[in-house]
């Protein structure tokens, strides 16, 4: 009697309606919580199946896949995924409509020519993985891992993903079409000839937004690409500021750890100098640039907020002239005058003898409004 599945001639599994692929499993595994404890007999017979599938047939589609069963190489003493049968190499696969019981994993593959669409499974890994030319269509999942992968013409659309990592991944030729990432991870990953059109996500990482800055502004999106440099430079700022903390604490962690750890005295005081080093080195990066960031931040929020600059620009003119006028009544137009960047000082005497506070309203004044005019037009295109 052969499976129920359309196209599928395999026989039924046991007394079930269903191939040994496409059977649920329910009854392979007993559950405590969250933990699975699999028939390791079951397992092993569909993973030997599986490899004898393939062999002679690269349609993997709606099978329903148990937890990985490992292996241990005779040559090397490593433990294997069995999934990494087949010569280290997945090749014109397709686990359309496939569900994963368990995350699967595929490390050190070179997967091409394969198909993932509408995959059933709450967590994806690929390590040190090649992807060619492989499409990933339809899926909502929860966990996403490229980690160290190269990936190439291959296409991402319809994915909603709460946390998708490509980290140190080299990207190529790949599009990510109508996704959306609650969290989006392109740590020391380049993207080349990338397109992310419709892709939306609600963090990431300083590597992501420059990576979509970038593709933006090849685009030519000036306003998605403005936002997406804001958001950079907002993490930007707030790694200026944590980097010293989190290397005082290292040289803290040294110091207190020296008694207990394996370190020689030469190899210890080489320690400890490279982090009193990064400790200055970021000490420095603070003082220099950190000002700068908190500036800008605060004026327009890198160009994203044209109101800031004119509310500052309203404070500190009040300011100023309240102290400069010596009558306590509010006369509007002497504050027009003292406003107008074109007015000279020495226009009028009333400014002479308070020379420094004008010199200071009219360098706040053209620093507000330089920021104001970037602001508008940053709204219309990117000014770089």
């Known amino acids: 009697m052969t499976c129920k599945t359309k196209n599928c001639n395999y026989e039924v599994f046991k007394k079930d309606e269903f191939c040994i692929f496409h059977c649920e499993k329910n009854s392979w595994y007993t559950s ?49 995924s069995a999934i990494q049968w087949n010569n280290l190499t997945l090749e014109d696969i397709s686990f359309d409509k496939s569900k994963f019981l368990v995350t699967p994993s595929f490390v050190g593959l070179t997967i091409k020519n394969c198909s993932f669409r509408n995959c059933n499974t709450e967590s994806m890994l690929f390590m040190s993985c090649k992807l060619d030319n492989c499409n990933f269509q ?10 160290g992968c190269h990936i190439e013409n291959c296409n991402l659309q319809w994915i909603s993903s709460k946390e998708f990592t490509m980290f140190a991944s080299k990207i190529e030729n ?9 969290f989006l991870d392109l740590s020391d990953s380049s993207a080349k000839n990338c397109s992310f059109q419709n892709t939306k996500l609600s963090s990431g990482t300083r590597d992501t937004y420059r990576i979509l800055k970038h593709y933006h502004d090849e685009v030519k999106n000036d306003i998605q690409a403005s936002q997406f440099y804001a958001k950079e430079m907002q993490i930007y700022c707030k790694d200026i500021f944590m980097s010293p903390y989190y290397s005082f604490k290292s040289v803290i962690n040294t110091f207190a750890n020296r008694f207990k750890s394996t370190y020689t005295k030469d190899k210890y005081l080489l320690r400890i100098k490279k982090d009193i080093q990064t400790l200055l080195g970021d000490l420095n990066k603070l003082f220099a640039e950190g000002p700068i960031l908190i500036f800008n931040l605060l004026i327009s929020n890198y160009g994203q ?24 009544a509010f006369d509007i137009n002497q504050f027009a005058m003292f406003i107008n960047p074109f007015l000279n000082s020495t226009d009028t005497a009333l400014y002479k003898t308070h020379y420094a506070l004008w010199l200071i309203h009219k360098v706040l004044a053209t620093i507000f409004l330089y920021h104001f005019v970037m602001a508008v037009k940053q709204k219309t295109r990117r000014i770089n």
Request: proline share 3%; charged share 15%; glycine share 4%.
């Open 138 to 147: 339809g899926i909502q999942i929860d966990n996403v891992s490229m980690d």
């Open 32 to 80: 405590k919580g969250k933990i699975k404890n699999w028939n390791s007999h079951l397992v092993t017979t569909f993973w030997k199946k599986f490899q004898e599938h393939l062999e002679i047939n690269k349609n993997c589609n709606s099978f329903i896949f148990p937890e990985d069963q490992y292996y241990v190489e005779e040559s090397s003493g490593d433990f294997t």
């Open 174 to 182: 790949t599009n990510f079409t109508n996704s959306y990432f609650y």
């Open 305 to 328: 907020n044209w109101f800031m600059p004119l509310f500052w620009f309203t404070v500190s003119s009040t300011v100023i002239f309240d102290h400069i006028m010596p009558t306590t």
